[in-house]
């Protein structure tokens, strides 16, 4: 490959309104863009990083310092993962080589990700963050449309259960998962699941902090449980199976589309179930798990939903779906920078 010019921008993305998780309030968010240029073809990509690991705007500048005269060179993305280690810094420059390579080839991402046809809408989970369950129920009854929503736990069991009791007497029609974000200890697991059974949740991702996983070892759920933050990147799915059932690929985490193919193709081989989810990003991020979520079981992709603005032209949420467009990233056309 050419020599590449590389450039580098970061913005800060404001929240239509503070978005709470477990031990977490979100009223902003910072994303770093990259943009690789041979003077005919462009790539670009989008990376926030993740907030628990520290990898926030700083650091993923340092390790986009640090590396510019390799990703300059014009790595292979299979070479990018040799140069950088996974997190944003790496989802940011693997979204424009993808980016940048369709254009060079003439073909759409799609294409080139081994997509047999051109990628229609997919069923997205609409995320409601933690609340009073009254509240909650509102933000759940507004998603019109939604067919599967995902809500946002903080580890207060009684709490906890009430919300979702609330959500599911508003919304008796959706499929319905909960995120603890690591807020449970697992002698919460039994009176948590049997309450979740109760009110037909579908999913558990994530109840135990990262770093408890052997806890799940032997542990029988009436429910499948994701691991999220404890599974961040390929290497982490070696000990996967006996613990989760279901794979969170977040390309944040794993370092982009690149190892989100290989993790999901790695689940399979296991045995797991494949999801695909996302930090809080405009379209530009939301494109590249669009891709992976054409091979995955469950998508989680409604991160620019919460944005007081997005990109422009935009990912289209309708009737429950999500679609990114061409026009939004990866269309396979020359673009001169």
Same mark, same amino acid.
């Given at each position: 490959?050419?020599?590449?010019?590389?450039?580098?921008?970061?913005?800060?993305?404001?929240?239509?309104?503070? @978005?709470?998780?477990?031990?977490?309030?979100?009223?902003?968010?910072?994303?770093?863009?990259?943009?690789?240029?041979?003077?005919?073809?462009?790539?670009?990509?989008?990376?926030?990083?993740?907030? !628990?690991?520290?990898?926030?705007?700083?650091?993923?500048?340092?390790?986009?310092?640090?590396?510019?005269?390799?990703?300059?060179?014009?790595?292979?993305?299979?070479?990018?993962?040799?140069?950088?280690?996974?997190?944003?810094?790496?989802?940011?420059?693997?979204?424009?080589?993808?980016?940048?390579?369709?254009?060079?080839?003439?073909?759409?991402?799609?294409?080139?990700?081994?997509?047999?046809?051109?990628?229609?809408?997919?069923?997205?989970? @609409?995320?409601?963050?933690?609340?009073?369950?009254?509240?909650?129920?509102?933000?759940?009854?507004? !998603?019109?449309?939604?067919?599967?929503?995902?809500?946002?736990?903080?580890?207060?069991?009684?709490?906890?259960?009430?919300?979702?009791?609330?959500? %599911?007497?508003?919304?008796?029609?959706?499929?319905?998962?909960?995120?603890?974000?690591?807020?449970?200890? %697992?002698?919460?697991?039994?009176?948590?699941?049997?309450?979740?059974?109760?009110?037909?949740?579908?999913?558990?991702?994530?109840?135990?902090?990262?770093?408890?996983?052997?806890?799940?070892?032997?542990?029988?759920?009436?429910?499948?449980?994701?691991?999220?933050?404890?599974?961040?990147?390929?290497?982490?799915?070696?000990?996967?199976?006996?613990?989760?059932?279901?794979?969170?690929?977040?390309?944040?985490?794993?370092?982009?589309?690149?190892?989100?193919?290989?993790?999901?193709?790695?689940?399979?081989?296991?045995?797991?179930?494949?999801?695909?989810?996302?930090?809080?990003?405009?379209?530009?991020?939301?494109?590249?798990? @669009?891709?992976?979520?054409?091979?995955?079981?469950?998508?989680?992709?409604?991160?620019?939903?919460?944005?007081?603005?997005?990109?422009?032209?935009?990912?289209?949420?309708?009737?429950?779906?999500?679609?990114?467009?061409?026009?939004?990233?990866?269309?396979?056309?020359?673009?001169?920078?």
């Amino acid at each position: 490959m050419s020599r590449l010019q590389l450039s580098v921008t970061t913005q800060s993305l404001r929240l239509a309104q503070p @978005f709470r998780i477990s031990g977490y309030v979100f009223e902003s968010a910072d994303v770093l863009v990259v943009t690789l240029d041979d003077g005919v073809h462009r790539g670009r990509g989008e990376g926030a990083g993740a907030y !628990y690991l520290g990898d926030d705007l700083a650091h993923m500048r340092s390790e986009i310092d640090r590396t510019r005269d390799a990703i300059e060179a014009g790595p292979t993305r299979e070479e990018l993962r040799a140069i950088l280690p996974p997190g944003g810094a790496r989802n940011a420059v693997d979204a424009a080589l993808w980016e940048f390579e369709a254009a060079r080839a003439g073909q759409p991402v799609w294409a080139l990700a081994g997509l047999a046809s051109p990628p229609p809408p997919i069923v997205t989970t @609409f995320t409601v963050s933690a609340d009073t369950p009254e509240a909650m129920a509102a933000m759940a009854r507004g !998603y019109v449309g939604a067919k599967s929503l995902k809500v946002k736990l903080t580890g207060e069991l009684e709490l906890d259960l009430a919300r979702v009791a609330a959500i %599911r007497q508003v919304r008796p029609d959706v499929w319905l998962g909960v995120d603890g974000n690591q807020g449970f200890a %697992r002698a919460d697991l039994d009176a948590l699941v049997a309450g979740l059974v109760t009110h037909n949740v579908s999913l558990l991702e994530q109840p135990l902090a990262r770093g408890r996983e052997a806890e799940l070892d032997g542990y029988r759920s009436a429910i499948p449980i994701a691991g999220d933050e404890s599974l961040l990147s390929l290497a982490d799915l070696a000990d996967a199976k006996g613990r989760f059932d279901v794979v969170n690929i977040k390309l944040d985490k794993c370092g982009g589309l690149t190892e989100g193919l290989l993790m999901a193709a790695e689940a399979r081989r296991l045995g797991l179930g494949v999801m695909v989810g996302t930090m809080i990003g405009t379209s530009l991020a939301t494109a590249p798990g @669009f891709v992976l979520g054409q091979i995955a079981d469950l998508v989680d992709l409604d991160g620019p939903t919460f944005l007081a603005q997005d990109h422009t032209p935009s990912v289209v949420y309708a009737d429950g779906t999500l679609y990114a467009g061409p026009e939004v990233w990866g269309s396979g056309m020359a673009t001169a920078a």
